[in-house]
């Protein structure tokens, strides 16, 4: 879990200006060991693992800090008042969800440099960043599938 503290999201807040706290960095390790979705309870639950002294005020101010640097992005998955958290690698995340079970299927190559240039020049905005999500019926969920009930 010390491994947060060679992450490049600790440059990210530095060259930000932010001072690199210890719970800061707990809820870093937590999401860089996530691969890929986590509810602010989940980080709060592993956080308490690694450092039992730091309180879930100060993880919900730090998930903040990290949604307003880009680190990760909120999402709202079946219109619920609580967000799950991705970690934007590399600047971006994708992902299918099936609105049936939930199950999501991540993918990595979005194909989006075109449209990301096309959107910089037409509105003069420096994109940071994307949250894509397709959602659909996986193939489990579709009517027909085999193993339903
Ligand atoms: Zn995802
Ligand atoms: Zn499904
Ligand atoms: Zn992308």
Same mark, same amino acid.
């Given at each position: 879990m010390s491994n947060a @503290? !060679?992450?490049? !999201?600790?440059?990210? =807040?530095?060259?930000?200006?932010? #001072? %690199?706290? #210890?719970?800061? =960095?707990? %809820? =870093?390790?937590? =999401?860089?060991?996530? &691969?890929? @979705?986590?509810?602010?309870?989940?980080?709060?639950? &592993? %956080?308490? #693992?690694?450092?039992?002294?730091?309180?879930r005020a100060s993880v919900f101010r730090a998930l903040d800090l990290f949604t307003q640097l880009g680190i990760i992005r909120p999402t709202y998955i079946d219109t619920s008042l609580t967000p799950t958290y991705v970690m934007m690698r590399g600047g971006h995340h994708h992902h299918v969800i099936c609105t049936a079970c939930k199950s999501f299927f991540e993918f990595e190559d979005c194909g989006l440099e075109a449209v990301t240039g096309n959107l910089e020049r037409t509105l003069g905005i420096k994109i940071s960043g994307h949250l894509l999500e397709f959602f659909g019926v996986c193939a489990d969920c579709l009517p027909g599938a085999s193993g339903g009930s």
């Open positions: @503290h !060679h992450s490049p !999201h600790v440059e990210v =807040l530095k060259s930000a200006g932010y #001072r %690199v706290t #210890r719970a800061r =960095l707990a %809820v =870093l390790a937590v =999401l860089e060991a996530e &691969q890929g @979705h986590i509810t602010s309870a989940g980080v709060i639950a &592993q %956080v308490e #693992r690694i450092d039992p002294t730091i309180g």
